[in-house]
């Protein structure tokens, strides 16, 4: 089952729902962490949004100020660069 930003929170059908709660939840989690995270540091934080499901969530997640698809691809980049020679 593809993982796509259905159009109702409440699902009308067993694959609507799942869809939903796995969509919906996971932006929940994103937004909610985040959250937690500037209250404890106790100032805003900048968020980079990455990853495969990142398309799908984007609109919906209110905390991601910058996408960059290769942030992770590029940090293995950087730690491979630091220790081949080592």
Known sequence: MDIILP???IGKSTKESIQSGTVYGFVGVVD???SKMQSEI????????TGGV???IRKQVQCIQTVDP?????GLRILYQRNRST
């Not at 106790?42 to 949004?49: C, D, E, F, L, M």
């Not at 290769?70 to 590029?74: G, I, K, R, S, V």
């Open 7 to 9: 159009e109702h929170v």
């Open 32 to 34: 909610n962490i985040v």
């Open 42 to 49: 106790g100032k805003p934080a900048r968020v980079i949004g």
């Open 54 to 56: 990142l398309p799908v």
């Open 70 to 74: 290769f942030l992770t691809l590029e």
